[in-house]
Antibody
């Protein structure tokens, strides 16, 4: 059974940093691209960032480019999101999502498994 | 990238069919055959219902179907059931790499 478990969320002041983690199990982690997708309270979904199976291709939404960094450790079956210079508008539930494919560039995929999310609240 | 445009709400009676539209541009929906649809029940994580415009993942009922014409994609749910009541989001690859979601549609089963 595929499982994605996010952690690392919490309350943080504007301008500070936070690192999210996603522990994956139930599938061959290094065969698939992975993504972070967020959902502000009462709002819709927003793609944040994606990374190919070997970290060879990485992408970011314009809203987080230059502030967030996605990474993965295939030996630990883990996905990360380093979030710096956080803003109030970054407040959201952050989901880790598995891609149906291995690359985010050669043949883009979709998100077939999602975690339950970790809540990030940016407020003073 | 601007969000894809979806109707805020649609409704239908049990057994009927409903179609949810998703309008983008030639830079996203119209430019790639990588449109997907997600179902989200309150308090739950999204669930993939359609990928690559019209393909259904294993386990998704064939009552759900997807299509695309030009810059508009559509999700059709036939034989509506009470459990179909949920929010539905479309999503399209938009190059770079980049993905863009629609604003979401609330489906009410009357």
């Amino acid at each position: 059974e595929v499982q994605l478990v996010e952690s690392g969320g919490g309350l943080v002041q504007p301008g500070r940093s936070l690192r999210l983690s996603c522990a994956a199990s139930g599938f061959t982690f290094d065969d698939y691209a992975m993504h972070w997708v967020r959902q502000a309270p009462g709002k819709g979904l927003e793609w944040v960032s994606g990374i190919s199976w070997n970290s060879g291709s990485i992408g970011y939404a314009d809203s987080v480019k230059g502030r967030f960094t996605i990474s993965r450790d295939n030996a630990k079956n883990s996905l990360y999101l380093q979030m710096n210079s956080l803003r109030a508008e970054d407040t959201a539930l952050y989901y880790c999502a598995k891609d149906i494919r291995s690359s985010i560039a050669a043949r883009p995929g979709s998100f077939d498994y999602w975690g339950q999310g970790t809540l990030v609240t940016v407020s003073s | 990238q601007s969000a894809l445009t979806q109707p805020r709400s649609v409704s239908g009676s049990p057994g009927q069919s409903v179609t949810i539209s998703c309008t983008g541009t030639s830079s996203d929906v119209g430019g790639y055959n990588y449109v997907s649809w997600y179902q989200q029940h309150p308090g739950k994580a999204p669930k993939l219902m359609i990928y690559d415009v019209s393909k259904r993942p294993s386990g998704v009922p064939d009552r759900f179907s997807g299509s695309k014409s030009g810059n508009t994609a559509s999700l059709t749910i036939s034989g509506l059931q009470a459990e179909d009541e949920a929010d539905y989001y479309c999503c399209s690859y938009a190059g770079s790499p980049d993905w863009v979601f629609g604003g979401g549609t609330k489906l009410t089963v009357l």
